[in-house]
């Protein structure tokens, strides 16, 4: 029998293989603002999963549109963002713990660097390593959290995520109430 020739194959590392996952569950994500997925693995096995999404039973981004809100920050720049949704990271984390999954010594893999929120949540959920395909523009106090806590934080791309209207409206005053963007709510 003739030996067959093989193929010239690149196997993915485990961090690609998990980034690839990590996409196909944003793909879940019911917010056109970014469709984040994340993966959260122990022992190169996945023990759980979220995407961006509004919190169960409440309408999504896709339905009624954006919840926008302006954040002025430190520095007085000002910065948009859409708090209708819960982050892949949170949504990861809260459906372990629903289930009963212990995240000590686990890694998260997610697309972009994790808010500052999300990464208090990381520390005290006692994951130990933190995989970013992308920056954000607000992941400064994310990095100097995970040094000061010896979270591992391997970030794969300088790329940063960047929205259409992540900054301020040009000479229009910041609403009172949240702005929705989009779909019309159903009043």
């Known amino acids: 029998m003739p030996e067959q020739k ?6 993915p590392s485990w961090d690609d293989y998990f980034m690839e996952i990590v996409s196909v569950v944003g793909k879940r994500g019911t917010c056109g603002r970014g469709r984040s997925g994340c993966v959260i693995t122990k022992d190169k096995r996945i023990i759980s999963t979220g995407y961006v999404g509004s919190p169960i039973g409440l309408p999504h981004c896709d339905e009624v549109g954006h919840e926008m ?6 520095d007085g720049k000002e ?29 998260l893999y997610c697309k972009m660097t994790p808010c500052y929120t999300c990464a208090k949540m990381i520390i005290n959920a006692g994951i130990v390593r933190v995989v970013a395909s992308q920056d954000y523009h607000g992941g400064a ?17 300088d790329k940063m995520t960047t929205y259409a209207d992540m900054g301020p409206k040009e000479s229009v005053p ?14």
């Open 69 to 74: 809100h302006t954040v002025i920050k430190a």
């Open 79 to 107: 910065s948009r963002h859409c708090i209708r949704t819960s982050h892949a990271e949170e949504n990861a984390i809260i459906q372990a713990a629903r289930f009963g999954v212990k995240l000590t010594g686990s890694t």
């Open 174 to 187: 910041a609403p009172e109430e949240p702005e929705l963007i989009g779909l019309e709510p159903p009043f």
């Open 141 to 157: 106090r994310t990095k100097e959290i995970f040094a000061a806590a010896g979270i591992q934080f391997n970030l794969l791309s």
């Open 6 to 11: 093989k193929e010239d194959y690149c196997r």
